[in-house]
């Protein structure tokens, strides 16, 4: 009996607690039904996104290719955080167990990993095709456009091997109450009793690795992006050009602003409510606004759009 007590106790105390962001608000409720509509919104701004582009043969381009696996990457991103959160708060339970959380936290990390690579994939295809347009269908061909989305995958699953394992190693003796919504790294490093100095050194140098070589690919390709913009004759030409990146450097700017806060700035500048309110703007808005950005600011998108939603009178016509 006392073995299953303590087994017990164990149990219940290798259960991390999740403060969240529904404690630090006056109206609860009201909150978690705000977000779950902005949670649903997401799903079906990028599962549209990712159908049109799957079935709208005007659409079967690099281009598109590369935003339907980031709306892929989006829809998993916010399915990581959001469905917890919002059943913990309905069924008024805020714990999560030791693997939930390695999972949890692997998943966030391999995604927002992913998506740093993507963004520069997506970056380097404007470059190809804006300063390159005659080679552009050989260097980027659906096979390469493949490789290159399967090394972003890759590149995201290693640093998802990397720092869940570690984190989850460490012991934790103070409290089990997490100061955020879901379990980001650096919250549940501030659980450690035992000195993390070395390991947040090394994961800092990690995450500036990470940055650095896509926003490197980034800025190079912009660089001779807006040269090429530059030298063009074509007012129409230019303007083209400008309405192709502008989309993609919108979303780069929201996605690694939030990320480099998060990741960058010493703890110093850090609490535990502006890391949630960042989290939340990069987790749970973001998905969100990265379908309405490629979407309402694309010609293609939208005539895709337009095209499906004229067949909805048209086919039931044909069934009348």
């Known amino acids: 009996m006392k073995n299953m007590n303590w087994i017990a106790n164990y149990t219940e105390q290798s259960d991390f607690i999740l ?22 919104m997401a799903l079906t701004g990028n599962g549209v996104l990712i159908l049109l582009i799957h079935f709208d043969a005007h659409l079967h381009s690099p281009m598109y290719f590369f935003i ?110 997490i100061h955020h919504f879901f379990c980001e790294v650096p919250a549940v490093m501030k659980l450690s009793c035992s000195d993390t100095s070395l390991y947040e050194t090394l994961m800092y140098l990690c995450c500036v690795l990470m940055l650095l070589i896509p926003v490197t690919v980034i800025s190079s390709s912009y660089f001779f992006i807006l040269l090429t913009i530059h030298r063009m004759n074509s007012a129409e030409g230019r303007k083209k050009a400008f309405a192709t990146c502008s989309s993609h450097m919108t979303v780069v700017i929201l996605f690694y602003g939030a990320a480099m806060y998060t990741y960058m700035l010493p703890n110093s500048y850090h609490t535990p409510e502006k890391d949630m309110v960042v989290s939340v703007f990069y987790t749970i808005l973001t998905p969100v606004l990265n379908p309405l950005i490629y979407s309402l600011r694309n010609k293609d998108v939208m005539g895709a759009l337009k095209k499906v939603l004229n067949m909805g009178p048209a086919f039931q016509e044909t069934i009348k």
């Open 19 to 40: 403060v969240g962001i529904f404690s630090q608000s006056n109206h609860p409720a009201l909150l978690c039904v705000v977000i779950f509509v902005i949670f649903l």
């Open 68 to 177: 339907s696996q980031l709306s892929l990457m989006d829809v998993m991103y916010i399915s990581v955080t959001v469905p917890k959160m919002v059943i913990d708060q309905v069924m008024g339970i805020n714990k999560i167990s030791a693997p939930e959380c390695g999972i949890q936290m692997f998943l966030y990390v391999t995604l927002a990993g992913s998506e740093f690579f993507f963004l520069a994939a997506m970056a380097y295809d404007r470059y190809v095709a804006i300063c390159y347009p005659l080679h552009y269908p050989v260097l980027m061909s659906h096979k390469v456009c493949l490789l290159l989305a399967s090394g972003c995958w890759f590149l995201g699953s290693v640093d998802g091997f990397m720092l869940t394992p570690i984190t989850m190693m460490f012991p934790f003796c103070k409290s089990r109450e």
